[in-house]
T-cell receptor
Framework: GAGVSQSPSNKVTEKGKDVELRCDPI?????LYWYRQSLGQGLEFLIY????????KSGLPSDRFSAERTGGSVSTLTIQRTQQEDSAVYLC???????????FGDGTRLSIL | AQTVTQSQPEMSVQEAETVTLSCTYD???????LFWYKQPPSRQMILVIR??????QNATENRFSVNFQKAAKSFSLKISDSQLGDTAMYFC????????????FGTGTRLKVLA
Protein backbone atom coordinates (compact mmCIF):
# COMPACT_ATOMS: atom_id res chain seq x y z
CA GLY A 1 0.00 0.00 0.00
CA ALA A 2 0.96 3.61 -0.29
CA GLY A 3 0.72 4.55 3.37
CA VAL A 4 1.89 3.34 6.76
CA SER A 5 0.00 0.23 7.76
CA GLN A 6 -0.53 -0.91 11.35
CA SER A 7 -2.04 -4.12 12.63
CA PRO A 8 -4.15 -5.03 14.39
CA SER A 9 -6.34 -1.93 14.38
CA ASN A 10 -7.82 -2.95 17.71
CA LYS A 11 -6.57 -5.35 20.37
CA VAL A 12 -8.29 -6.36 23.57
CA THR A 13 -6.38 -8.58 25.94
CA GLU A 14 -6.26 -9.59 29.56
CA LYS A 15 -3.87 -8.09 32.04
CA GLY A 16 -0.64 -10.06 32.18
CA LYS A 17 -0.70 -11.24 28.57
CA ASP A 18 1.94 -10.28 26.00
CA VAL A 19 0.96 -8.31 22.89
CA GLU A 20 2.72 -7.63 19.62
CA LEU A 21 1.91 -4.64 17.45
CA ARG A 22 3.06 -4.40 13.86
CA CYS A 23 3.99 -1.47 11.63
CA ASP A 24 4.64 -1.53 7.88
CA PRO A 25 6.24 1.78 6.92
CA ILE A 26 6.19 3.46 3.54
CA UNK A 27 8.66 1.79 1.22
CA UNK A 28 11.98 3.64 1.20
CA UNK A 29 11.42 5.41 4.51
CA UNK A 30 14.47 4.78 6.65
CA UNK A 31 13.15 6.50 9.78
CA LEU A 32 10.46 4.87 11.87
CA TYR A 33 8.88 6.07 15.12
CA TRP A 34 6.55 4.56 17.69
CA TYR A 35 4.34 6.77 19.84
CA ARG A 36 1.74 6.19 22.52
CA GLN A 37 -1.37 8.34 22.68
CA SER A 38 -3.45 8.13 25.81
CA LEU A 39 -6.94 9.63 26.08
CA GLY A 40 -6.75 13.42 26.21
CA GLN A 41 -2.97 13.44 25.91
CA GLY A 42 -0.54 14.32 23.19
CA LEU A 43 1.80 11.86 21.60
CA GLU A 44 4.39 10.27 23.83
CA PHE A 45 7.57 9.29 21.98
CA LEU A 46 8.58 5.67 22.55
CA ILE A 47 11.38 4.75 20.16
CA TYR A 48 13.09 5.80 16.93
CA UNK A 49 14.63 3.51 14.32
CA UNK A 50 17.10 4.53 11.65
CA UNK A 51 17.22 1.50 9.39
CA UNK A 52 17.34 -1.50 11.69
CA UNK A 53 19.05 0.22 14.57
CA UNK A 54 17.41 2.16 17.36
CA UNK A 55 19.60 5.12 18.33
CA UNK A 56 16.92 6.43 20.66
CA LYS A 57 14.95 4.14 22.95
CA SER A 58 14.60 6.74 25.65
CA GLY A 59 10.82 6.82 25.55
CA LEU A 60 10.18 3.15 26.32
CA PRO A 61 8.35 3.33 29.68
CA SER A 62 9.70 0.12 31.19
CA ASP A 63 11.60 -3.04 30.40
CA ARG A 64 8.27 -4.67 29.53
CA PHE A 65 8.38 -2.70 26.29
CA SER A 66 10.65 -3.67 23.42
CA ALA A 67 10.75 -3.07 19.69
CA GLU A 68 12.63 -4.31 16.71
CA ARG A 69 12.86 -3.58 13.04
CA THR A 70 13.98 -6.03 10.41
CA GLY A 71 15.13 -5.52 6.84
CA GLY A 72 14.87 -1.79 7.30
CA SER A 73 11.12 -2.21 6.94
CA VAL A 74 8.60 -3.87 9.24
CA SER A 75 8.72 -3.05 12.91
CA THR A 76 7.10 -4.77 15.88
CA LEU A 77 6.44 -3.29 19.29
CA THR A 78 6.08 -5.90 22.02
CA ILE A 79 4.58 -5.31 25.42
CA GLN A 80 5.10 -8.11 27.93
CA ARG A 81 2.95 -8.75 30.98
CA THR A 82 0.52 -6.02 30.01
CA GLN A 83 -0.92 -3.72 32.66
CA GLN A 84 -4.09 -1.64 32.56
CA GLU A 85 -2.07 1.56 32.25
CA ASP A 86 -0.76 0.25 28.92
CA SER A 87 -4.21 0.88 27.42
CA ALA A 88 -3.76 3.52 24.72
CA VAL A 89 -3.53 4.04 20.99
CA TYR A 90 -0.10 3.10 19.66
CA LEU A 91 0.89 5.06 16.59
CA CYS A 92 3.65 4.31 14.13
CA UNK A 93 5.12 6.86 11.74
CA UNK A 94 7.77 6.74 9.04
CA UNK A 95 9.73 9.38 7.20
CA UNK A 96 12.57 9.83 4.74
CA UNK A 97 14.82 10.86 7.61
CA UNK A 98 15.09 12.46 10.96
CA UNK A 99 13.21 15.82 11.09
CA UNK A 100 11.46 15.13 7.78
CA UNK A 101 7.65 15.14 7.80
CA UNK A 102 6.26 11.98 9.34
CA UNK A 103 3.58 9.83 7.79
CA PHE A 104 1.40 8.15 10.38
CA GLY A 105 -0.53 4.92 10.41
CA ASP A 106 -4.05 4.63 11.76
CA GLY A 107 -2.76 3.23 15.04
CA THR A 108 -3.57 0.22 17.16
CA ARG A 109 -6.08 0.77 19.95
CA LEU A 110 -4.94 -1.46 22.81
CA SER A 111 -7.34 -2.21 25.65
CA ILE A 112 -6.19 -4.15 28.70
CA LEU A 113 -8.97 -5.72 30.73
CA ALA B 1 13.87 20.20 29.35
CA GLN B 2 12.19 20.87 26.05
CA THR B 3 8.45 21.37 26.20
CA VAL B 4 5.59 22.26 23.87
CA THR B 5 2.49 23.96 25.27
CA GLN B 6 -0.88 24.29 23.63
CA SER B 7 -2.95 26.37 25.99
CA GLN B 8 -6.31 26.00 24.22
CA PRO B 9 -7.77 22.53 24.82
CA GLU B 10 -10.84 23.28 22.69
CA MET B 11 -11.87 25.89 20.17
CA SER B 12 -14.71 26.44 17.77
CA VAL B 13 -15.09 28.59 14.70
CA GLN B 14 -17.86 29.31 12.25
CA GLU B 15 -17.47 27.95 8.76
CA ALA B 16 -15.65 30.42 6.45
CA GLU B 17 -14.19 32.33 9.42
CA THR B 18 -10.55 32.50 10.50
CA VAL B 19 -9.16 30.88 13.62
CA THR B 20 -5.74 30.91 15.26
CA LEU B 21 -4.37 28.07 17.38
CA SER B 22 -1.55 28.89 19.74
CA CYS B 23 1.63 26.96 20.49
CA THR B 24 4.59 27.93 22.61
CA TYR B 25 7.73 25.93 23.21
CA ASP B 26 10.75 26.01 25.40
CA UNK B 27 14.24 25.07 24.22
CA UNK B 28 17.82 26.19 24.42
CA UNK B 29 18.47 24.94 20.89
CA UNK B 30 19.00 27.43 18.09
CA UNK B 31 18.21 25.18 15.16
CA UNK B 32 15.07 23.09 15.09
CA UNK B 33 11.91 22.27 13.20
CA LEU B 34 8.33 22.96 14.17
CA PHE B 35 5.29 21.17 12.85
CA TRP B 36 1.53 21.29 13.00
CA TYR B 37 -0.24 17.98 12.61
CA LYS B 38 -3.97 17.39 12.24
CA GLN B 39 -5.77 14.31 13.59
CA PRO B 40 -9.37 14.00 12.33
CA PRO B 41 -11.85 11.76 14.10
CA SER B 42 -10.77 8.96 11.75
CA ARG B 43 -7.55 8.96 13.78
CA GLN B 44 -4.82 9.18 11.12
CA MET B 45 -2.42 12.03 11.83
CA ILE B 46 -1.65 14.26 8.85
CA LEU B 47 1.04 16.90 8.44
CA VAL B 48 -0.41 20.40 8.04
CA ILE B 49 2.68 22.58 7.90
CA ARG B 50 6.40 22.59 8.72
CA UNK B 51 8.66 25.48 9.69
CA UNK B 52 12.45 25.53 9.87
CA UNK B 53 13.69 27.75 12.68
CA UNK B 54 16.47 29.35 10.64
CA UNK B 55 13.96 30.59 8.07
CA UNK B 56 12.43 33.90 9.02
CA GLN B 57 9.66 33.65 6.46
CA ASN B 58 6.48 32.14 7.83
CA ALA B 59 5.43 28.89 6.18
CA THR B 60 2.12 28.74 4.32
CA GLU B 61 0.11 25.90 2.81
CA ASN B 62 -3.03 27.07 1.06
CA ARG B 63 -5.46 28.14 3.81
CA PHE B 64 -2.97 27.31 6.57
CA SER B 65 -0.24 29.67 7.67
CA VAL B 66 1.92 30.09 10.73
CA ASN B 67 3.09 33.04 12.75
CA PHE B 68 6.57 32.03 13.88
CA GLN B 69 8.11 34.27 16.51
CA LYS B 70 11.47 32.75 17.37
CA ALA B 71 12.40 35.16 20.12
CA ALA B 72 9.07 34.63 21.83
CA LYS B 73 9.20 30.88 21.12
CA SER B 74 5.75 31.02 19.65
CA PHE B 75 4.39 29.10 16.67
CA SER B 76 0.70 29.74 16.06
CA LEU B 77 -1.39 28.26 13.27
CA LYS B 78 -3.89 30.34 11.36
CA ILE B 79 -6.66 28.63 9.43
CA SER B 80 -8.42 30.90 6.96
CA ASP B 81 -11.82 30.25 5.39
CA SER B 82 -12.46 27.39 7.84
CA GLN B 83 -14.18 24.33 6.39
CA LEU B 84 -16.14 21.55 8.08
CA GLY B 85 -13.34 19.17 7.14
CA ASP B 86 -10.95 21.15 9.32
CA THR B 87 -12.67 19.72 12.40
CA ALA B 88 -9.93 17.75 14.15
CA MET B 89 -7.35 17.68 16.91
CA TYR B 90 -4.35 19.83 16.07
CA PHE B 91 -0.95 19.04 17.53
CA CYS B 92 2.10 21.25 17.58
CA UNK B 93 5.45 19.41 17.54
CA UNK B 94 9.12 20.27 17.90
CA UNK B 95 12.42 18.55 17.08
CA UNK B 96 15.96 19.93 17.23
CA UNK B 97 18.02 19.48 14.09
CA UNK B 98 20.65 17.52 16.00
CA UNK B 99 21.38 15.83 19.28
CA UNK B 100 18.12 13.98 19.71
CA UNK B 101 15.58 12.04 17.69
CA UNK B 102 12.80 12.62 20.19
CA UNK B 103 9.89 14.63 18.91
CA UNK B 104 8.04 16.65 21.53
CA PHE B 105 4.31 17.03 20.96
CA GLY B 106 1.87 19.35 22.66
CA THR B 107 -1.34 18.03 24.21
CA GLY B 108 -3.42 19.25 21.30
CA THR B 109 -6.27 21.63 20.54
CA ARG B 110 -9.63 20.20 19.58
CA LEU B 111 -11.06 22.42 16.85
CA LYS B 112 -14.69 22.24 15.84
CA VAL B 113 -15.89 24.05 12.74
CA LEU B 114 -19.55 24.96 12.99
CA ALA B 115 -21.93 25.07 10.02
Amino acid sequence: GAGVSQSPSNKVTEKGKDVELRCDPISGHTALYWYRQSLGQGLEFLIYFQGNSAPDKSGLPSDRFSAERTGGSVSTLTIQRTQQEDSAVYLCASSLGHSQPQHFGDGTRLSIL
Amino acid sequence: AQTVTQSQPEMSVQEAETVTLSCTYDTSENNYYLFWYKQPPSRQMILVIRQEAYKQQNATENRFSVNFQKAAKSFSLKISDSQLGDTAMYFCAFIPTSGTYKYIFGTGTRLKVLA
